[in-house]
T-cell receptor
Framework: DAGITQSPRHKVTETGTPVTLRCHQT?????MYWYRQDPGHGLRLIHY???????DKGEVSDGYSVSRSKTEDFLLTLESATSSQTSVYFC??????????????FGPGTRLTVL | DQQVKQNSPSLSVQEGRISILNCDYT??????FLWYKKYPAEGPTFLIS?????DKNEDGRFTVFLNKSAKHLSLHIVPSQPGDSAVYFC???????????FGRGTSLIVHP
């Protein structure tokens, strides 16, 4: 158990509403990531963080923002949800040192439906 | 343009036989490769990795082979078991980067 939780696990919302997904880790790892998984597209990186208040964009960042005010929490916000953002969202963490340091540990996912 | 390609969206194998999942990459700077396994309604989990200084890495029933000249890697599962039925993602890293590039995944079904 890598100590990653995501909340909520499921959410249904309407187009135009703001949505915030939370990722919480107990491992105190520096690197955190948000991905979305869609059929035919695999895992696509939305945003990532390399420390508190240090974040950067991934390949599909349009329409998303993130914040990391504490090491343990990485928030993903959809300012105005659209139907194209219906997806399964995964948070991941990555140890910075030791062992297979390239390996990521993923959370259980959040299934978001935008109507 | 996909830098990591898993050209087979799905693969069906009989229990006890070998499963071979393939992955091709285009970026010659990639030097570390990983395979993840994903069950429905769960997050991906790390399975096995290989550095570009090796051409093979084995862990139990799972072996990853790397052919750098062909920019190709493959995951072999021997013998395949029904519990291996999952989506398998190939991922690649270049030195110093903490941003892996993922393939689109291959869905493996192992029939009893």
């Amino acid at each position: 158990d890598a100590g990653i939780t995501q909340s909520p696990r499921h959410k249904v919302t309407e187009t135009g509403t703001p949505v915030t997904l939370r990722c919480h880790q107990t491992e105190n790892h520096r690197y955190m990531y948000w991905y979305r998984q869609d059929p035919g597209h695999g895992l696509r990186l939305i945003h990532y963080s390399y420390g508190v208040k240090d974040t950067d964009k991934g390949e599909v960042s349009d329409g998303y923002s993130v914040s990391r005010s504490k090491t343990e929490d990485f928030l993903l916000t959809l300012e105005s949800a659209t139907s194209s953002q219906t997806s399964v969202y995964f948070c991941a963490i990555r140890p910075g040192t030791g062992g297979d340091y390239n390996e990521q540990f993923f959370g259980p996912g959040t299934r978001l439906t935008v109507l | 343009d996909q830098q990591v390609k898993q050209n087979s969206p799905s693969l069906s194998v009989q229990e006890g036989r070998i499963s071979i999942l393939n992955c091709d990459y285009t970026n010659s700077m990639f030097d570390y490769f990983l395979w993840y396994k994903k069950y429905p309604a769960e997050g991906p989990t790390f399975l096995i990795s290989i550095s570009s200084i090796k051409d093979k890495n084995e862990d139990g029933r799972f072996t990853v082979f790397l052919n750098k000249s062909a920019k190709h890697l493959s995951l072999h599962i021997v013998p395949s078991q029904p519990g291996d039925s999952a989506v398998y993602f190939c991922a690649a890293n270049s030195g110093g980067s903490y941003i892996p590039t993922f393939g689109r995944g291959t869905s493996l079904i192992v029939h009893p």
